[in-house]
């Protein structure tokens, strides 16, 4: 079982920054894919950034530029850091992991970021 915890979210000023964590915890192999996804209010969830084992990024393009993914594979945790925030990245932002062996997908709680303008 892997237990995924999020934190750095909060409420934010439009041009403001944010980094989002999620810790990995639990009996596993490895971690494969590591991902962010959002959902905002009556929307559907949306992906926003990947990583993969050996560090290949992705990004929605609403977000390249401004946001930067990561992960530390010792510690099993990945990053998200937040920069330019505008209104629209108002949303809840959840972590998503992929086991290597296995394929099995598990989500965060997700983390509440607020951006006012």
């Known amino acids: 079982q892997v237990r995924l915890v999020e934190s750095g979210g909060g409420l934010v000023q439009a041009g403001g920054s944010l980094r989002l964590s999620c810790a990995a915890s639990g009996t596993f192999f490895s971690i494969n894919v590591m991902a962010w996804h959002r959902q905002a209010p009556g929307k559907e969830r949306e992906l926003v950034a990947s990583?993969?084992?050996?560090?290949?990024?992705t990004y929605a393009d609403s977000v390249k530029d401004r946001f930067t993914i990561s992960r530390d594979n010792v510690k099993n945790t990945m990053y998200l850091q937040m920069n330019g925030l505008k209104p629209e990245d108002t949303a809840v932002y959840y972590c998503l992991t992929i086991m290597k062996n296995t394929g099995f997908k598990y989500w965060g709680q997700g983390t509440q970021v607020t951006v006012s303008s």
């Open positions: 990583i993969s084992s050996y560090g290949t990024t």
